[in-house]
């Protein structure tokens, strides 16, 4: 069993710069992999970022540039820094930590929008 808190969402102009963070606790140790999906209405939930324990990054190339991951292992939190925000960055944020299998948080509204 797996928690998370995640905050950070919210609604940001064009152009705009918003930080989700997700804090993990339960039943899971050692090394795995923590990360972002978004799902947008309509469309299937798609990876955003994610990162190891060792801190190698991967980006999807519709945010590279733009979103930088990070974590704090001795938090077991990840963070999402998101510049250069477009409307079609909206969407619902999901923390995701794999460690043999996938963990979901519940989601942090993202609104793009003038």
């Known amino acids: 069993q797996v928690q998370f808190v995640e905050s950070g969402g919210g609604l940001v102009q064009p152009g705009g710069s918003l930080r989700l963070s997700c804090a993990a606790s339960g039943r899971f140790f050692g090394v795995y992999t923590m990360g972002w999906y978004r799902q947008a209405p309509g469309k299937q939930r798609e990876l955003v970022a994610t990162?190891?324990?060792?801190?190698?990054?991967n980006y999807a190339d519709y945010v590279k540039g733009r979103f930088t991951i990070s974590r704090d292992n001795a938090k077991a939190t990840v963070y999402l820094q998101m510049n250069l925000l477009k409307p079609e960055d909206t969407a619902v944020y999901y923390c995701?930590?794999?460690?043999?299998?996938?963990?979901w948080g519940q989601g942090t509204q993202v609104t793009v929008s003038s």
């Open positions: 995701n930590v794999n460690q043999v299998v996938d963990y």
């Open positions: 990162i190891t324990s060792g801190g190698r990054r």
